[in-house]
């Protein structure tokens, strides 16, 4: 908010008192210099309709004959036509399709640039989750969690959602943006001895850009002892954060940022001990803290500056007019328009920090932008080298190339075996407990140890002809593979 621009942002908060409290000075104090505007939509992220186990209206037969009985009886009481109680099902049927996103929707309609820091803190229920029923560690969550701030709803299906708007709204930018550049050309045609520059149709339309804030846990590997007790005391977080992650850096249309800060702090920094680090890997030496004043300096930076380095040998004059006159030399300008031509979307993993050693880091976000865009360009040009010097060689165009190319898509689409460092835990350390328990109990108490040891003798007999049906199965299995391995060696001689 102390941007002097005239922006118009608007936040989407689940809590109206809770926003006024923490945005007051923005909301309440009038502010003395322009600045953006901020304009807050009270909206639930996860709506009911959307989790597991959601039951809709029930018969509508059955509503139509409760609502009947409430308009003859009012009618009667207030000696009014029965038609003014009743409902006409049209606007039944308009109120139940309304689409709970669509604040979201036409609010990414007109947006540039998507700050997400959306994020839940749900205690993992264990018997009803994972204990009782382990096989639950593996299943989809959207199909039995009925819990609305579980993080498969609100890490994932959120920015599932979110990231479906954009495209959709990036998309009808791109067609608008070649209808314009087909007209400019036919009017540049027609107008030959028009001066160039204006209404150029070779610019290109801005994507739509969405900085995510997640969590520096994310750069560590699925068996950390921080991750694998995160996961199993906070229903897996960092697994559906890092789905999230790899939902957004899968697209085609839009940039993506995912900013990783340490543990956040509410103290604010002391400039002249403590400066900012970051890495454009998306990883710093632990352990990494940083205050939340710092964390959304940068990720307004992300969301509102230009992600292009600034061109060098640039000679600047001003004309008559006070307008800039810019000279761009040959190569600069060769690869201004190599870049524009074939740029792809940017997806980037930034992780934030404080360090205490000066001259290691910077003093304000500001630097920090400077220094990842810069490191960005630099990395992009030397891939790009590497990319022209590999393609001379046949083997690389043959052999190489698809491999990294089927390697790569793996790596993508695959996730940390945060579910099987979840269930090891469980496995080796809490049924073990449990059982030494239940067998403490049972052997303190007879009649529990007299029921378990009947329950045990009735059912021998349907235990011995399942494992006789078992070991019947299998033998039959043998024979079937002996038989055709003879068959196969018979028709081979």
């Given at each position: 908010?102390?941007?002097?621009?005239?922006?118009?942002?608007v936040?989407?908060v689940r809590?109206?008192?809770?926003?006024?409290?923490?945005?007051?000075?923005?909301?309440?104090?009038?502010?003395?210099?322009?600045?953006?505007?901020?304009?807050?939509v009270?909206?639930?992220?996860?709506?009911?309709?959307?989790?597991?186990?959601?039951?809709?209206?029930?018969?509508?037969?059955?509503?139509?004959?409760?609502e009947?009985?409430?308009?003859?009886?009012?009618?009667r009481?207030?000696?009014?036509d029965?038609?003014?109680?009743?409902?006409?099902?049209?606007?039944?049927?308009?109120?139940?399709d309304?689409?709970?996103?669509?604040?979201?929707?036409?609010?990414?309609?007109?947006?540039?640039?998507?700050?997400?820091?959306?994020?839940?803190?749900?205690?993992?229920i264990p018997?009803?989750d994972y204990v009782?029923?382990?096989?639950?560690?593996?299943?989809s969550?959207?199909?039995?969690?009925?819990?609305?701030?579980?993080?498969?709803?609100?890490?994932?299906?959120?920015?599932?959602?979110?990231?479906?708007?954009?495209?959709?709204?990036?998309r009808?930018?791109?067609?608008?943006?070649?209808?314009?550049?087909?007209?400019?050309?036919?009017?540049?045609?027609?107008?030959?001895?028009?001066?160039k520059?204006?209404?150029?149709?070779?610019?290109?339309v801005?994507?739509?850009?969405?900085v995510?804030?997640?969590d520096?846990?994310?750069?560590?590997p699925a068996?950390d002892?921080v991750?694998?007790?995160?996961?199993?005391?906070?229903?897996l977080?960092?697994?559906?954060?890092?789905?999230c992650?790899?939902?957004?850096?899968?697209?085609?249309?839009?940039?993506?940022?995912?900013l990783?800060?340490?543990?956040?702090?509410?103290d604010?920094?002391?400039?002249?001990t403590?400066?900012?680090?970051?890495?454009?890997?998306g990883?710093l030496?632990?352990?990494?803290?940083?205050g939340?004043?710092?964390?959304?300096?940068?990720?307004?930076?992300?969301?509102v500056?230009?992600?292009?380095?600034?061109i060098?040998?640039?000679?600047?004059?001003?004309?008559l007019?006070?307008?800039?006159?810019?000279?761009v030399?040959?190569?600069?300008?060769?690869?201004?328009?190599?870049?524009?031509?074939?740029?792809?979307?940017?997806?980037?993993?930034i992780a934030?920090?404080?360090?205490?050693?000066?001259?290691?880091?910077?003093?304000?976000?500001?630097?920090?932008?400077?220094y990842?865009?810069?490191?960005?360009?630099?990395?992009?040009?030397?891939?790009?080298r590497k990319q022209a010097?590999?393609?001379?060689s046949?083997?690389?165009?043959?052999i190489?190339?698809?491999?990294?190319?089927?390697?790569?898509?793996?790596?993508?689409?695959?996730?940390?075996?945060?579910?099987?460092?979840?269930f090891l835990?469980?496995?080796?350390?809490?049924?073990?407990?449990?059982?030494?328990?239940?067998?403490k109990?049972?052997?303190?108490?007879?009649?529990v140890?007299?029921?378990?040891?009947?329950?045990?003798s009735i059912?021998?007999?349907?235990?011995?002809r399942?494992?006789?049906?078992?070991?019947?199965?299998?033998?039959?299995l043998?024979?079937?593979?002996?038989?055709?391995?003879?068959?196969?060696?018979?028709l081979?001689?």
């Amino acid at each position: 908010m102390a941007l002097q621009s005239d922006l118009t942002v608007v936040a989407f908060v689940r809590n109206y008192e809770r926003a006024c409290e923490v945005l007051y000075d923005e909301l309440i104090i009038e502010r003395e210099n322009k600045g953006p505007k901020l304009q807050l939509v009270v909206m639930d992220l996860v709506p009911s309709s959307h989790v597991a186990g959601y039951k809709e209206m029930d018969d509508p037969e059955d509503d139509e004959e409760d609502e009947h009985e409430y308009a003859v009886s009012a009618s009667r009481f207030y000696n009014n036509d029965i038609s003014e109680y009743h409902i006409p099902a049209s606007k039944k049927e308009d109120a139940i399709d309304l689409d709970p996103y669509l604040p979201l929707q036409s609010a990414i309609a007109n947006a540039t640039a998507v700050i997400s820091a959306v994020g839940t803190v749900r205690t993992t229920i264990p018997f009803a989750d994972y204990v009782l029923k382990p096989w639950r560690i593996f299943m989809s969550t959207g199909k039995w969690c009925k819990d609305k701030k579980h993080p498969y709803y609100v890490n994932y299906m959120v920015h599932q959602k979110l990231l479906e708007y954009c495209e959709d709204a990036q998309r009808k930018r791109n067609r608008e943006w070649r209808v314009w550049q087909n007209s400019e050309r036919r009017k540049a045609s027609r107008h030959i001895d028009d001066r160039k520059g204006e209404n150029d149709p070779t610019d290109k339309v801005d994507r739509i850009r969405i900085v995510r804030i997640t969590d520096h846990c994310l750069a560590n590997p699925a068996w950390d002892v921080v991750n694998v007790l995160t996961n199993v005391f906070r229903s897996l977080v960092f697994r559906y954060q890092e789905k999230c992650e790899k939902l957004l850096s899968k697209s085609d249309l839009v940039d993506s940022i995912v900013l990783r800060p340490g543990d956040l702090l509410d103290d604010l920094r002391n400039e002249t001990t403590t400066t900012m680090s970051v890495n454009i890997d998306g990883k710093l030496p632990s352990p990494v803290y940083v205050g939340r004043d710092d964390v959304a300096s940068l990720a307004t930076l992300l969301a509102v500056s230009d992600l292009n380095p600034q061109i060098m040998g640039k000679k600047q004059a001003h004309s008559l007019n006070g307008t800039i006159v810019t000279n761009v030399s040959k190569r600069n300008k060769k690869f201004l328009n190599k870049s524009d031509k074939d740029e792809d979307p940017r997806h980037w993993n930034i992780a934030v920090g404080w360090t205490g050693k000066n001259g290691r880091g910077y003093s304000n976000a500001e630097k920090c932008m400077e220094y990842i865009v810069k490191e960005h360009s630099k990395r992009k040009k030397s891939e790009r080298r590497k990319q022209a010097i590999r393609n001379l060689s046949p083997v690389y165009r043959m052999i190489w190339r698809p491999y990294q190319q089927l390697t790569q898509r793996a790596k993508e689409r695959s996730l940390k075996p945060y579910r099987v460092f979840t269930f090891l835990p469980m496995f080796f350390i809490v049924y073990p407990t449990l059982f030494s328990m239940v067998t403490k109990i049972g052997q303190q108490i007879p009649s529990v140890r007299n029921a378990a040891i009947y329950f045990l003798s009735i059912t021998a007999p349907t235990r011995k002809r399942l494992i006789d049906y078992i070991v019947a199965q299998l033998k039959d299995l043998l024979q079937r593979r002996n038989a055709a391995r003879k068959a196969a060696s018979l028709l081979i001689d």
